[in-house]
Every structure is written in structure tokens, then in C-alpha cells.
């Protein structure tokens, strides 16, 4: 079956940078839309980014401007780069894709969770 692996969190201060990973493996035949969404203790999940097989991209309006989800397609690797971090951006941040397999139709399959804390 598909697997997502993420990584690229921590810690950060205020206005820093990091960069979050996310690796599709397994028996892949096509991958349609990969993203992030990202949920705070006691706050609904929500999306992050999301990107298309096509490179159309969207954000939520709370990131737009500071965050730029990019992909390479011959590594099955989702990236978002995350600038200008701020405290609310803490939340466990969650790679999804939707993806079909050789022997399976679409599904959508979600990484492990990374913590990212923005905190001085």
C-alpha cells in the first residue's frame, strides 16, 4: 500500500523559516493532488496548501504570502515552505494526497503528523 513520510519539523521563533517534507511510496500509478492541512489543539483540521498534478496551487488566506507548497513529481515529494512564522501557526501540520495505485481506484491517504511550534 501507499505511504506518506514526512518530515522538516520542530521548534522555531517568530518570523523564522522551516521547511516540512512529505514522500509518497509504494505501488503508485498517479498522484492527483498533494497538500498539507494542519490542526491546533482543540481547532478543526484545516487546509494549509494544496497542489496539483497540473501545478495549480491554493491556500488558505491566513498563510498566503508567507508559505509556498511546490512539488517534484519524479520524487513523489510535496514541499511547503514556511516563512515569516508566526505563534498561530503552531498546530500538528498533516501531508494528504490523493492517489491511485495500481491496483486500487483514488484514495486519499494522510502522513504521520509533524509538530511545528513558532514560539520565543
Known amino acids: 500500500q501507499v505511504q506518506l513520510v514526512e518530515s522538516g519539523g520542530g521548534l522555531v521563533q517568530p518570523g523564522g523559516s522551516l521547511r516540512l517534507s512529505c514522500a509518497a511510496s509504494?505501488?503508485?500509478?498517479?498522484?492527483?493532488?498533494m497538500g498539507w492541512y494542519r490542526q491546533a489543539p482543540g481547532k478543526q483540521r484545516e487546509l494549509v496548501a494544496r497542489i496539483t498534478s497540473g501545478g495549480s496551487t491554493n491556500y488558505a488566506a491566513s498563510v498566503k504570502g508567507r508559505f509556498t507548497i511546490s512539488r517534484d513529481n519524479a520524487k513523489n515529494t510535496v514541499y511547503l515552505q514556511m516563512n515569516s512564522l508566526k505563534p498561530e501557526d503552531t498546530a500538528v501540520y498533516y501531508c494528504?494526497?490523493?492517489?491511485?495505485?495500481?491496483?486500487?481506484?483514488?484514495?486519499?491517504?494522510w502522513g504521520q503528523g509533524t509538530q511545528i511550534t513558532v514560539s520565543s
Open positions: 494528504n494526497a490523493q492517489i491511485t495505485g495500481w491496483n486500487t481506484d483514488e484514495n486519499d491517504y
Open positions: 509504494g505501488s503508485i500509478f498517479s498522484i492527483s493532488g
